[in-house]
Structure formats: structure tokens, C-alpha cells
């Protein structure tokens, strides 16, 4: 069920399955809440399954006054926690910047979240940006790389992060950026927000939150932007390095992710590569 939702003064799109506990799926960049769709259908089985476009990306609008930080990034998601009507803790699955959104928010409100699962996505000031992140933090240059953007470039681009992803996911998601520029512009504003050194303050809410919060970090063995090596630095003993997978984990690993949820994969539920 597809729904929209006002928060901050703006609509956000939310797809919604399921009826049990609460679970809440961010997706990254450049995605959309059609990222998780491999999951979705066999996680409905278990938990009432939410997944927002993020703010500014496809068919959520961009709040006026939405502040690029990651206190923004946490208020927002509480704010859409609220707009959801949800008041038990739930379970947070992010991927990508929707780990970053998601785990601001699950430090600063620790109480709600219940659970953590994350996947190819960075928490630490330790990391250094992979080089197309450096050409968008760098004013004009990243301007002027998103406005030169083309069909053989993204999809040479997305094939190289994650090899077996579907033709048809790749077309859908080329023309759904085609059909929304300003993503491509809030994907800047989103990279020059986050210099890695202004994640250090946040590592003792992060070691707090892994030390009372079941916490699992997934990573594709093959995922050329975010090394293997920072799946240490989230305090965590439950780390699931996958082989043979790249940085979209949900969209070629769906059985791993159900795994991580409790969900037993069904044949419809996706294998993983």
C-alpha cells in the first residue's frame, strides 16, 4: 500500500506491507523505497514493513527548511516515526545513506530502536570518500558532473558497484531520476554535509547503541566505494561480509537481509548470489 505522509510540512511517499512489528527501510543513493522490493513481500510476513522515499528522492518532496546534518538526518526520521503513529521500538534497516539517516536517529533515540540492520553504508571519521563522493562535494565540479549525467554512464556506474543487478530495476531507476532532477542536486547537498571528522563525536552514542541494541552490519564482499575494513568500526560482533555481492546487498542479496530479519527466504523471497 502506497501512502503519502506530511512530514516536516512536506509529502512523503511511503510504501507499507505487512502487519506486524514495525520495520523501517531507508534506502541510499540514488535510490528509492523500490529498492527493498526484493525484501518487502517476505518480510511483510513477519513485520509491518516501511519504506519512505527520502527526503528530496522520487516522490517525496523536500521539506522548505530540511537541514543537511546529521541532527537533520535524525530529526527527520523521528519525525516520520511520528507522523507513522508508531510508539514501540522498532526495527531499522538501512542501506547506504539510509544507514547514515538511521543510525543518527537510532543514537540520538535509542529507546525506539529496538533493532538495527545495516548494510553497505559508513558511521565513522575514519572513513575517507570514495572519489565520485569527492567530485560531488566539490562545488561546481559536482555540479556540473550531475548535470552531464547520462544513461551509459549511470548504468556503467551502478554495474560496477553491484554486477548482477536486474536490467529492468537499472531502467526504472534512470528514468525515475530522469523524471526528477532534483535528486541528483540533494545527492550533493547530502555529500558536502558530511566531512568523515564530524562523525567522531558520534562513536560513543554508536558504541552505546551496539552495546544495547542488537546490531548487524551486512557488506558485499565487492563493494568498490566502501571498504571491508569498516565493518569493524560499528562495535559489533554480528558482521555478515558476503561474497560474490556488491553494494546493493537488498537488491542482489534479498535472502541475506531476510536472514538478518529473522525471515525465512522463501522461493520468491530471493537467493543470495
Known amino acids: 500500500m502506497s501512502k503519502d505522509f506530511v512530514v516536516q510540512g512536506a509529502a512523503t511517499h511511503v510504501e507499507q506491507y505487512g502487519e506486524g512489528r514495525p520495520a523501517l527501510f531507508l534506502h ?53 516515526v511520528d507522523a507513522l503513529g508508531i510508539d514501540e521500538p522498532l526495527t531499522l534497516v538501512g542501506h547506504d545513506w539510509g544507514g547514515i539517516f538511521g543510525l543518527a536517529w537510532a543514537c540520538k533515540y535509542p529507546e525506539r530502536a529496538g533493532r538495527v540492520v545495516v ?58 531520476m530522469q523524471e526528477n532532477y532534483r535528486t541528483r542536486f540533494v545527492t550533493l547537498k547530502l555529500y558536502r554535509s558530511l566531512n568523515p571528522p564530524r562523525l567522531l563525536p558520534w562513536q560513543p552514542l554508536l558504541q552505546a547503541l551496539a552495546a544495547s541494541t542488537p546490531l548487524t552490519v551486512l557488506h558485499g564482499a565487492h563493494d568498490p566505494y566502501i571498504p571491508g575494513w569498516t565493518t569493524r ?41
Open 119 to 176: 548494510m553497505d553504508t559508513i558511521f565513522s571519521h575514519l572513513y575517507r570518500w570514495h572519489p565520485w563522493a569527492r567530485v560531488w562535494r566539490t562545488p561546481v565540479l559536482g555540479e556540473l558532473s550531475m548535470l552531464l549525467m547520462n544513461r551509459p554512464l549511470f548504468l556503467s556506474e551502478m554495474r560496477r558497484g553491484s554486477v548482477a543487478l536486474d536490467d529492468a530495476w537499472l531502467a526504472q531507476l534512470w528514468n525515475a
Open 28 to 80: 541510499g543513493v540514488p535510490d528509492s523505497a523500490e529498492l527493498w522490493s526484493p525484501v518487502l513481500g517476505e518480510a511483510s510476513r513477519k513485520y509491518r514493513c516501511i519504506a519512505p522515499d527520502l527526503p528530496g528522492f522520487r516522490r517525496s518532496q523536500l521539506p522548505q527548511n530540511f537541514v543537511f546534518s546529521l541532527d537533520g538526518y535524525a530529526a527527520w526520521v523521528n519525525d516520520l
Open 233 to 273: 568500526l560499528f562495535h559489533t560482533e554480528d558482521v555478515r561480509v558476503l561474497e560474490h555481492v556488491g553494494h546493493w546487498v537488498p537488491a542482489e542479496a534479498p535472502a541475506a537481509v531476510l536472514a538478518a530479519l529473522g525471515v525465512p527466504a522463501t522461493d520468491n523471497g530471493g537467493t543470495q548470489t
